[in-house]
């Protein structure tokens, strides 16, 4: 299985930004898709952002024109930058790697956001 690390993760004001990390343990091209997903105290995890082999990105409409997902071929990277940061984004972050072999998850980072 793939070793994914999440970084990034801390306290912000509202309004402020955070960018999170995922760094894999293989060749993140050889994924399907790579996702972010958030979990809230009390609630389900949520898909806020993915990135797929081909390039392509999609949000939910909660974070699309705020987050931004990104990857670095080259260092085995996936990248979640997540600009104007509301109260409600507040959740661990977890990074996830998927294809038909492979459905791995990160052990997560916490984002706290303050009003």
């Known amino acids: 299985q793939v070793q994914l690390v999440e970084s990034g993760g801390g306290l912000v004001q509202a309004g402020g930004s955070l960018r999170l990390s995922c760094a894999a343990s293989g060749s993140i091209s050889t994924f399907a898709s790579v996702r972010w997903y958030r979990q809230a105290p009390g609630k389900q995890r949520a898909l806020v952002a993915a990135?797929?082999?081909?390039?392509?990105?999609t949000y939910p409409p909660s974070v699309k024109g705020r987050f931004t997902i990104s990857r670095d071929n080259a260092k085995n990277t996936v990248y979640l930058q997540m600009n104007n940061l509301k109260p409600e984004d507040t959740a661990i972050y977890y990074c996830?790697?998927?294809?038909?072999?492979?459905?791995?998850w990160g052990q997560g980072t916490q984002v706290t956001v303050s009003s």
């Open positions: 990135i797929f082999s081909g390039g392509g990105t």
């Open positions: 996830n790697a998927w294809s038909q072999e492979i459905d791995s």
